[in-house]
């Protein structure tokens, strides 16, 4: 718990075999965005990643936290965009997510 503070977007994803849905909260347990669907696809991650950045800098939130079940191919997406997220200045600009990382798609 100590990694949720007042400047942190909490992302919790529901995970399926094509399409997953998530939600964006703050510390408070607030919704932020009503909770959306996403593709298990590379434009899906893309998609995903763009609303939690967009929200992410709409709420001036410097910490992302996504809470995902056990499902690696949407982890190492995400853990891949976010990677490249760090490399951008702007929390508003999305970092692209490599080809052939991830979901495979």
Request: net charge positive; hydrophobic share 35%; aromatic share 8%.
């Amino acid at each position: 718990l100590a990694m949720i503070t007042p400047e942190t977007l909490i992302v919790g994803v529901d995970v399926a075999k094509r399409t997953h849905y998530a939600q964006m909260i703050n510390f408070r347990g607030e919704g932020l965005h009503k909770p959306f669907p996403f593709q298990n696809t590379r434009s899906g991650i893309d998609d995903l990643v763009l609303k939690i950045r967009t929200i992410q800098f709409k709420n001036g939130l410097s910490n992302v936290l996504v809470a995902i079940g056990a499902y690696r191919p949407l982890l190492a997406s995400l853990s891949l965009c976010f990677k490249n997220a760090r490399d951008y200045g702007s929390p508003g600009q999305p970092a692209p997510c490599q080809k052939g990382q991830g979901t495979g798609r």
